[in-house]
């Protein structure tokens, strides 16, 4: 049974590129949130897709944007990148209909670091 | 103030104690309440959950959940230097559809 997965691993970005990440959940996960955590402090919720729609949004600018494919694997892009958009960008898998009341089964990120 | 409080230690402890991680939450709408143990480097791996008053065991593993106080915590019993890592405590409101997390408790088990 496949885990979160998610793609890629490491990525070294100028400022004001734009990048793209992607995630696969879970096997029998339809729901995908997108978490963003900096050094030394806990995951902040970005965006949620469900049903190929952004549900739920964080405090995160428009420059973050995300879509979910009708496989329910999912993107996160981030236009005109800033220093301080490095950090470790997660990908949440939950089951169906359950609305994530059950807990998130993790990918093993993407560390994005802007230079 | 952070809605989701934990102290960030770290916490140390040896071998073989147990070890108490606490968490407070600022949202009375909060269902479900979540422990994830995070490594160095590594993502995180939900480890416990709870969603009534009282208490939860699973192995080595206790949660406790006080909603009244807005309370949660997490006992290690027997503690192993495998169980060193930093411990994030999550509560989920399932009406905005996110859980939010603390900024974790670096836990250290000495040998």
């Known amino acids: 049974d496949a885990g979160v997965t998610q793609s890629p691993t490491h990525l070294i970005k100028t400022r004001g590129q734009q990048v793209t990440l992607r995630c696969s959940p879970k096997s029998g996960h339809d729901t995908v949130s997108w978490y963003q955590q900096a050094l030394g402090q806990g995951p902040q919720f970005i965006f949620q897709y469900y049903e190929e729609e952004e549900r739920q949004r964080g405090n995160f600018p428009d420059r973050f944007s995300g879509h979910q494919f009708p496989n329910y694997s999912s993107e996160l892009n981030v236009n005109a990148l800033l220093l301080g958009d490095s950090a470790l960008y997660l990908c949440a898998s939950s089951s169906p209909g359950t609305g994530s009341l059950y807990g998130y089964t993790f990918g093993s990120g993407t560390r994005l670091t802007v230079v | ?111």
């Open chain 2, 1 to 111: 103030q952070k809605e989701v409080e934990q102290n960030s230690g770290p916490l140390s402890v040896p071998e073989g104690a147990i070890a108490s991680l606490n968490c407070t939450y600022s949202d009375r709408g909060s269902q479900s309440f979540f422990w994830y143990r995070q490594y160095s480097g590594k993502s995180p791996e939900l480890i416990m959950f709870i969603y009534s008053n009282g208490d939860k065991e699973d192995g080595r593993f206790t949660a406790q959940l006080n909603k009244a106080s807005q309370y949660v915590s997490l006992l290690i019993r027997d503690s192993q230097p495998s169980d060193s890592a930093t411990y994030l405590c999550a509560v989920h409101n399932t009406n905005a559809g996110k859980s939010t997390f603390g900024d974790g408790t670096t836990l250290t088990v000495k040998p």
